[in-house]
C-alpha cells in the first residue's frame, strides 16, 4: 500500500470565507504538497451542485481521505460524510477544517486569517494521514418504559405508557403504590377524596397486563442510553408471598406493635401490614427488623393464621435485571422536617403537627380514621395554621413550594366539617394561590370563619406553651393561644434523590431536584436523553400539573421509541487494548455510561461498545494508554496539535 | 575459542545506583563476567577515556549507559560510546526519561549557580567564585566540562537502540537483558527490555481496589497510618503505579510505599505526568475543590519525579 491519498475540498462558502480567507494562495501551497493528492475549490459546497460536485470528484479521483475545508463540523460534517460514504470512502476518513467559524468571522485581517486558515488545513491534513475506518452499527429500539415512584405521577405516566401497548415497570420503595396522596384525605380546591381519587387508578395499573410493579424495591444500577437501558433493581423480600389478598386475618394474631411511616409515626401497624386496606398490591408485607421469627425466632403466629398459606420467611431478596427504552422518575418529595428550628415548637409543645401529619389526623386511611384529635384524645377547639414554616429562608428552605398554602387552607375546612364551633386562624404572609379556583377557595374559607392574620416576619414566629393552650406569636399580629398547630411546611427532594440521580448520571439543580432539560421547552426531560422527570421529583407541584407531567413525559418518550425503529450506534466508540491494559479500573470508574466492565479472568477491562457514546473520558482516564477513543486517538490528537503548531 | 562479547558500563549524570544494579547481581556477576570482557567500566574498574577512545569503531557489542546528559563531557562520551558500541542501551530513569536531575530543567541554568555558589546558607564565597569552562592560572589552563541549560535524556543526545529503565533497574532486569544479549535474543531496535503493562498488572494489591475508587481527596504519606494491604490509590495516596510500566517487582508497594513512577511511562504513552494527572482527576471526587488537592506540595516533583526530560511540559529553557 502507498502513501494515503488525501483530497482538499475549498468551500467558499460564498463571501463568507472566500471574503476574509486568500483561497487562492491557500490553494497553491496545497497543490504543491506531497500528502495531498486532490485540491478542489467550490463556490458553495453545501449546495445540490456543490454536494453532486463532492461526490462525483471522490468517485473519480481514487482518494483515500478527504478534508473539507468550510464551516464547522456542527454544520456539515454529517453532510459531508455521508456524500462520501456514497463516494466509497469510509466516513472515518473525513476530517472537516472549520476555517468559517473559527477563522473566517472572526478574524478581520485578510493576511491573518489565510495565515491561520493554512494552520487549521495542514493540522486536518496531518490529522487525516492517520485516520482509521469507523463502522456504523445500529440496534432496534427498546419501547418499554421504567417509572421510578409509584405515586399520582407515576402511576398516570406508567398508564399512559401501557395505554400505548407499552411494557411498563413500576419501581417504589414503599410496600404498595400511592405516594404521598394516598396520604391525604381531600384534595384541594375540589375537595375530592384522595383515596376515591387513586383506587380506580391504581386498580388499572393491577389489571394492566403490560404494568409490572416492584414493590420494596430500588433500582441500584442504569447503564446505556435513551433506547437502551439496562436496570438493575434489588427488591427486599416481603416474606409473604403474591397469593396473599389482604384479609388482615394475621394482622389480629401478629403480637407485634412498630411505629407506621406511613402514619408518619403518629399510629402504628403490626410487625406484618399493609399500608391502608385495598393497597395495590394488595399483599401484606412483613417487617423483618420487628417480627419476632426474624429477631428472636419465638413466633409463628401470622403462619398459623394465614388461610392463605402466604405467609414465607425465607423468601429471598431479589436483584433483576432487564431492558427498557427510557426512565420516567417521579419520586416525589419529602417533606421539611421542622426540627431544626426550635422556635417553631415542633417536637417540643405536643400538639405542634406538619401539614402532612395533620393530612394523616384527617384521612379515613390515617391513624385516628378520620378524627381529627390532639395527642390527649381530645378534639381541638382552636387550631392555628403557620404558613411558610421553614420556607423562604436561607437556613432551611430558601424556595416557595408553593402548594403549602392551598394546604394550609383546607385545614379550615376539614376541621369545621368535624368539629362545629371550631375556630381556625391562618398565619401567613404572601398566599400562593394561582388559579381562580385556588382564590375561589381561599375566599370561601374566609366567608366560612376561617381567620386570617398576616404576618410581617414569618421567620420571627416564636411558637411555645402558652398560658391557656400554644401561644403563637409574631410581628403583625395579635398573639393567638390555641390546642394545635400546623406548621404548613414545604417540600424537599425525596431521600435518596442525589443518589438516584448519580446513578442515572443527570443532573440537579441548585435545591436538589431533577434539573430539567430545559426549563420551558422540556421540562419533563432530565439532563440526559432518554431519563424523564414528572411531579415533584422536578420541584413542588401541584397535583394536576404531576398528572401532565406524568403523561408529557412518556408521550414524548414513546414518540420517540416507536416499535421497530433503530438507533445508530455510537461510531467513535473506546477500545481497551487488552495487550497494555494492566487492569487498574479506572476507566470503570470514569465511564458515565458504565459501559466498561472487568473482566476477572483475564484482568482486563473491556468495553460494551453497544453502551459506549464515545465521550472519551475513560482515555483520558486510562494511565497507559490502553484505552483508545477512536477517531480520537492520543496519535491524531497529537497529529493535529503538531500541525497547528508547525505549518 | 568464541571470542567474548565486548561489555562497558559508563554513568552520566547519576547517582551510582544503576552502578550498583550490577554490583548486585551478586554472585551472578561472576557469570556475567564469565561470559563477557568488560572492555569499560569507570565506576569499578581503571579505565581511562584513552582507552575508550583506542577502539575500533563498533567495537563493543553492548554499552549500558546510566545517567541524564547536561554537561559537554557527558555528551561527548555518550558519543563516543555511540561509535564505539553497536548497540547502547539506556539503562535507568536518568538515560531513559532524565531521572532525578532531568528535575533541574523546571529552573536555569543561572538560578542553579546562583544556589548552589552564592545563596545557599552553607556556602562561603566571598569573592563570589563561579565555575568557567576556561580558567587560566600561572600559565596553566584549567578545563571544566560546560554546563547546559537543560537536562537531556540519553536518546535526544545519541541514538539509543534500547531502554531500560528503573531507579534502579533491578538485577533481576539486568540479568534479563543479560541472557538476551548472550543468546541474541533482543527484541528489535528501539525497544523497552521490559513489560508492555503497568504496574497495576502485577500489584500484589489490585483485587483490593474498590469497585469505586473514588477519593474525596489525595493524602500524604505523613497524614495517614497505610493499610498495609489495600490499593494506595484508593487510600488518597498518590500512588504512580497504574501510570507507570511494570518490572520492577512491586519493591514500593511490598515495603507499604507508594510507587513513584521510576520505571516511567507504560509503553503506550508519551507523557507520564500527564496520564497520572489526568487518572487522578477522574477519581478525585466532583466536589473536592481545592482541598481535593491541597495536599499535593510538589506536583511537578510528584508526577514528573523521573520523567521531566521526556516530558510534554520541556524545561524552562529547552537548547535543543
Known sequence: MGRPRTAVFLCNCGPNIAGAIDLDIIAGQLASRQDVAVVERHALLCSPDGQQFFRDTLQNRQVDNVVVVACSPKMHEKTFQDLAGEAGINIGHVQMANVREHCAWVTPDKATATAKAQLLINAAIRRSLISENLEQRSMEVNTDVLVIGGGLAGIEAALTAAAAGRKVTIVDREISLGGAVIKTEEVAPSLECAPCLLAPRLAAVRDNSNITVLTRAEVTEVRGFYGNFTVRVRRQARAIEPSCIGCEACFEVCPVTVPSRFHLGLGTHKAVYTLFPGSVPAAAAIDKSACRHFTDGTCNACVEACPFGAVNFDQPDDESEFAVGAIVVATGFSSWDPRSISALGYGTVPDVYTLPEFERLASSNGPTHSEIRLRDGRAPRSVAVVHCAGSLRPDAIPYCSRVCCLGALKVGELVRKQIPGATVTNIHHDLVLTTPREQAFYRRQAHEGTRFLACTDLAAVQVRTGDHGIRVEGPGFEPVEVDMVVLATGLQPAAGTRELAGLLNVELDADGFLKPDHAVLHCTGASLDGIYVAGCAAGPCDLPTAVTQGQAAVGDAISKLMPGRRINLEMMTSVIDADLCAGCRLCKAACPYKAVSFDRERKVCVVNEAICRGCGTCSAACPTGASKARHFTDAQIHAEIGGLLHG | ?320
Open chain 2, 1 to 320: 575459542m568464541t571470542v567474548k562479547p565486548k561489555v562497558a558500563f559508563y554513568w552520566c549524570a547519576s547517582c551510582g545506583g544503576c552502578e550498583e544494579t550490577v554490583v548486585d547481581l551478586g554472585a551472578r556477576v561472576l557469570d556475567v563476567v564469565a561470559a563477557v570482557d568488560i572492555v569499560f567500566w569507570p565506576c569499578a574498574l581503571d579505565f581511562k577515556t584513552a582507552d575508550l577512545a583506542a577502539l575500533a569503531d563498533g567495537a563493543i557489542s553492548v554499552a549500558f549507559v546510566n545517567g541524564a546528559v547536561r554537561t559537554s563531557e557527558q555528551a561527548h562520551m555518550a558519543e563516543l560510546l555511540r561509535r564505539k558500541a553497536a548497540c547502547v542501551i539506556a539503562f535507568g530513569a536518568c538515560a531513559c526519561h532524565g531521572g532525578i536531575p532531568a528535575l533541574a530543567n523546571l529552573t536555569s541554568r543561572e538560578r542553579i549557580l546562583q544556589r548552589s555558589y552564592h545563596a545557599s546558607p552553607t556556602v562561603d564565597n566571598p569573592a563570589g567564585t563561579e565555575p568557567r569552562e576556561s580558567t587560566t592560572i600561572d600559565g596553566h589552563r584549567l578545563n571544566l566540562p560546560a554546563f547546559a541549560d537543560t537536562v537531556h535524556k540519553l536518546s535526544d543526545v545519541i541514538a539509543v537502540d534500547y531502554s531500560m529503565p528503573g531507579c534502579p533497574p533491578t538485577p533481576d532486569n539486568l540479568w534479563q537483558a543479560v541472557n538476551l544479549i548472550l543468546t541474541g535474543k533482543l527484541p528489535p531496535r528501539g525497544a523497552v527490555l521490559g513489560s508492555v503493562k503497568s504496574l497495576c498488572s502485577s500489584c500484589p494489591r489490585n483485587d483490593s481496589r474498590p469497585d469505586d475508587p473514588t477519593i474525596p481527596k489525595i493524602r500524604r504519606l505523613i497524614d495517614v497510618v497505610v493499610d498495609p494491604a489495600t490499593c494506595l490509590l484508593a487510600q488518597g495516596l498518590v500512588c504512580m503505579g497504574p501510570a507507570t510500566r511494570d518490572g520492577c517487582g512491586a519493591r514500593c508497594i511490598e515495603g507499604n510505599m507508594p510507587c513513584t513512577g521510576c520505571y516511567g511511562p507504560a509503553a503506550d504513552v508519551q507523557d507520564q505526568g500527564a496520564r497520572m494527572v489526568s487518572a487522578l482527576g477522574t477519581i478525585l471526587q466532583n466536589d473536592a475543590g481545592d482541598q481535593g488537592t491541597a495536599a499535593l506540595d510538589d506536583p511537578a516533583g510528584t508526577f514528573y519525579r523521573y520523567t521531566m526530560a521526556a516530558s510534554l511540559l520541556g524545561a524552562e529553557r529547552k537548547d535543543v
